[in-house]
């Protein structure tokens, strides 16, 4: 993803809302997922789900135990959260 892309998506209203809904995702499944960005909205999806042409990955969610989901985003930056 390019710096222009990922600013543009930090941008977006519903940035937050879509990162934490993979977060909320990942911790109750043993699934990872992926959020999209189309340049105007986001999808979060199953990361083993085709990506659509297009879409750019901003980030991924995957559980680490019953209360904690890491995020990856580019530039090997990862953060923790607990749900």
Not at 12 to 32: C, F, K, L, M
Not at 40 to 58: D, E, H, K, L
Request: charge should be positive; proline fraction near 5%; include cysteine.
């Amino acid at each position: 993803m390019s710096i222009r892309d990922e600013r543009g998506a930090q941008e977006h209203p519903g940035y937050d809302t879509a990162i934490r809904e993979a977060a909320v995702r990942a911790a109750s499944s043993p699934q990872n997922y992926a959020v999209y960005w189309d340049g105007a909205a986001f999808y979060v999806r199953n990361c083993n789900a085709a990506p659509t042409p297009g879409m750019v990955v901003i980030a991924i969610a995957q559980r680490w135990d019953a209360k904690t989901v890491q995020l990856r985003f580019s530039g090997a930056r990862s953060e923790w959260v607990k749900i």
